[in-house]
Structures are given as C-alpha cells and as structure tokens.
C-alpha cells in the first residue's frame, strides 16, 4: 500500500527543472442571457476575471503546489503581459523562474471568456508568435538549463509549439540531461517524436499519439503496438497516452503496457489539466515512485484538476484525498491544521457540489449521545465538520477543572468515527465565527435547545440551510461521567 506520508516528504525534497513555452492566460467569467443586437453573437455580463501563469508555468505550479521545488526556464516578452507573469511566478516561494526577454517578440496571451452558469467556454482570443526563436536566444536559454542542471532531480519539458523548444534546444537539454544521469519527461507537441530522442518518458494526449502513429489505436493492446515505432525513434523507456475521461495507457519499452482508468470527476474546466499529469508524474518519479504508481496518482491529480476552473494547481491534500480511499483517511487528517486548510477542504467539497453540514460541542469524554448526534448530523449532509472547543475554550466554560481529555486527544477520537469528515478546533466560546466560515447547509445540534438558541442559526438560514435538532439519549452527559468517576475514586 502506498505510504502517503514517505512520499510527501521524498516530494518536498525534489527539484524539478522545467523548460517550456510560458504564457498569461485570463479568464473572464460571466452570465450569457441574450444576443447581441449589433450582430448574432451572444453577450456575456461580465462578474469576475482571473489571470493566471499559464502553459508551462502551470506545470511549474503545479510542481510547486505538490511541495517540491521547481527551477523554471522560459521566455517572455519585453510588454507588460511579460512583467505580470515575472511578478507573479516571483510570489511562488518554490517556484526559481530564470526568464530570458526577447524584445522582438511579444509574450503569449490567451483570453478565455466563460459562461459561469454552463461552465463552458465561448470565445478564446490569443496574443503569440509561435515561430522558433532566434539562435541568439536559443543560447541563453541552453546556457540557464546548464547552470541550472546539477541542482535538479528531474527534468521536464513542457513544449507548446510556441518557439521555445526548438528541435536544438529539446536535443540539447535531453543531451545535457542524460550525461548528468537525470531523467526526462516530455510533453510533446511535435508529431515527429525523432526530435524528443533519449528522454526517459514521453506524454502525449491521444491526438498527438494518433498523429505521430499515423494510426486510430484505441484499446490497450493496439495503442501497446502502434507505440513500439515511435518509441524505437525516440529512444524513449516509457510512453504515456493522455485519454481524458478514457484514462490513460502506459507502455514500456520491453512491450508490457498498462491501462489505468480515469477517477470519477465532476468536470468543470479541462484547462491545464494535461499540466498537472506531467507535474505529478516528474515529483513522484523524482521520488522514487514506480512508473505505475506514479502514473495511478497522475490520474488521481487530473480528477482533482478538472473538476476546478481555469488553469488550476492541485496540492498533497488533495491528492491524498483522490487517492486514498475515505473512510481509510487516519484520523489526523481529518483534523483540519488551521483556517486555510479548512478552506482548501471546504472549496474541494463545493466544487463536487456537495452539501456541508455542521456541529459542534467539547465532547470530553465521548459517548453514545454524542455519536447519536454527529451520526444523524451527517446523515443529513454529504460532508460534516466538527466544531470542537479548544482546551481553553473548555476552560472557560466548564471551570478549572475540564476539560479531561486535552484537545489533541479529544479530536482524533471524534476523527476516528466514520461520520465525520473534518474535525475544526476553535478557541472562542462559541463556534460563531467558524460557522460564518463554513456556512454549511446543515447546523446540527442536540435537543436541549431551541432553533433560536441555536449559535449560528441565523447565518446559516440566511444563506438557504436549515437547522437540524437531535433528541438527546437519557441518561448520557460527560459532566455526570465525570462527577460518576470522581465519586468512585473517592
């Protein structure tokens, strides 16, 4: 079985040198509800816009939302499309972007306008020269991936058709690569895989396959014999075939190949999700995984990634996630590390669409009228969060004396139970500011109240939830276990 945790420390020792062609996408979101009356065209009202470092700085991060460290190669123009992505590639902690300016060309730019309601994609326009570059710039590119070489566990070229890999530059860097022992994935664009000879693994996506092939291979066996061409041109070890919701095939140089399915997905955006594939391939093989392995969690990190907008990043967490089944999580995974991570989890969740669901309590010595209500808590949502008073919250409430149990002990028993999702710690004496956070459909809490007792009500009506009691089991409290205890030491 795979150890999650060796691996996500192998990962964060990794360095990843990607060359590739860089670009700014831009998103603008919005509703369509009518035709234009100047022409037939549809008219999107515009509510929001995002720019993002996209082509093969998605893939750089990619790499570093995964927790290893990418040393990033590319090309930009000398315009201001080319100034935000150096800004914004500079505010990546892992990310050492190593950007050559050509002042003749302009930087790469696609704007995407989305139907929000549909999620599907109306108009693309695009800003690029997609010539090969100059010699001159061919060298200072060859002359970063050399200095950046020896520093790096792995190498990953992310090819466009944009310019930038040029055939010289691809047959050098798997050159340089090679005599330094370093390993190296390709995303290939070119049909003539010849140009991509020596690198360890090359990553096509079905079409690509199909045109350097000249073949219509669909199933295992046949995309198996249509690769052994191809892959005697490149000198390659591994080839990977990209299927989309087909999965993908990986076939090894000997002829042994494999089929792994794709993970069910809630598809959103397809953008960039070939990105992530490669990203996840190069930190896990960079770590130690096997080909088929790491071809397993690349699938698993294409699910997650589709099932976000735009040109998105997937992180450990929500690998961890995709890969290991949920009710095999460890109970401290369930307990969520702070804010942030409580987010990160809840936005996952809203993206599939799921219905959140919420209580809480101190839950010092758990018992059967506890399980009763975080049970039919989460019989009545799709996910559920725990609200759990910290030590000193305890304090506060219950006197010097409590809580028993100390916080980190208290929320790994109520993670342990199958009901629950999450597990949130918070230090107010009440859980309002957490429920204004999470604003679940669903605030579930014991009988002994009223809905207007309820702290949080009126937040979680006001956006559309309802709040849920549960009658009390008889007979079961922690203060009376606690006072029953200390009758009997006594």
């Not at 999470?438 to 956006?463: F, W």
């Amino acid at each position: 079985m795979l150890d999650f945790n060796a691996l996500s420390e192998a990962i964060r020792r990794q360095s990843v040198l990607c060359v590739g062609d860089l670009m700014l996408d831009e998103f603008v979101y919005g509703e369509v509800s009518r035709i234009s009356p100047e022409a037939p065209a549809p008219v999107i009202a515009v509510q929001r816009s995002e720019v993002n470092v996209g082509g093969a700085g998605n893939v750089a991060r990619n790499i570093a939302a995964l927790g290893a460290k990418c040393i990033f190669v590319g090309l930009i123009g000398d315009d201001e499309a080319g100034r935000t992505l150096k800004d914004e590639l500079g505010r990546e902690p892992l990310i050492e972007p190593l950007l050559v300016v050509d002042g003749s060309r302009q930087t790469t730019r696609k704007l995407r306008f989305v139907s929000e309601h549909f999620s599907t994609h109306m108009l693309r326009a695009d800003w690029e020269v997609a010539a090969p570059v100059a010699s001159g710039i061919e060298t200072q590119l060859l002359e970063a991936v050399s200095a950046a070489l020896p520093r790096a566990d792995i190498v990953l070229l992310s090819d466009y058709a944009k310019g930038v890999l040029t055939t010289h530059v691809i047959r050098r860097v798997i050159e340089m690569a090679r005599a330094g022992g370093k390993r190296v994935i390709v995303d290939p664009k070119s049909a003539n895989f010849s140009i991509y000879h020596g690198a360890t693994m090359l990553t096509p996506n079905r079409k690509e396959f199909v045109e350097a092939t000249r073949s219509q291979a669909k199933t295992q066996a046949e995309i198996g014999l249509a690769a052994q061409d191809v892959m005697q041109l490149a000198d390659c070890e591994f080839l990977l075939v990209t299927q989309s919701e087909h999965g993908m095939t990986l076939v090894a140089r000997n002829g042994d190949s494999l089929h792994v399915p794709a993970f069910p997905a809630k598809v959103r955006d397809v953008s960039g999700a070939g990105d992530t594939v490669v990203a996840t391939l190069a930190v896990t093989l960079a770590s130690g995984v096997d080909p088929e392995t790491a071809v397993r969690m690349a699938a698993a990190a294409a699910a997650v990634a589709v099932g976000k907008h735009g040109t998105a990043t997937v992180t450990q967490a929500e690998l961890r996630r995709k890969i290991l089944p949920h009710a095999s999580l460890a109970a401290e995974e369930k307990i969520a590390t702070g804010w942030q991570d409580l987010e990160n989890r809840l936005e996952d969740w809203r993206r599939q669409g799921l219905r959140v669901g919420f209580t809480n309590g101190c839950f010092d010595i758990l018992h059967p009228g506890h399980v009763r209500v975080v049970t039919q808590a989460r019989a009545a949502c799709d996910r559920l969060v725990v609200g759990l008073n910290s030590d000193a919250s305890v304090r506060r409430l219950k006197g010097a004396d409590r809580p028993v149990q100390g916080e980190r002990a208290r929320a790994e028993v109520l993670a342990a139970l199958e009901a629950v999702d999450a597990v949130a710690i918070f230090d107010d004496d009440t859980p309002l500011a957490l429920i204004a956070q999470i604003k679940p459909s669903v605030l579930v809490k014991g009988g002994d109240y009223t809905r207007e007792q309820v702290v949080g009500h009126d937040i979680v009506t006001a956006n559309g939830g309802e709040v849920i009691l549960v009658d009390l089991m008889p007979g079961h409290s922690t203060t009376s276990l606690v006072a029953r205890a200390r009758e009997q030491k006594t």
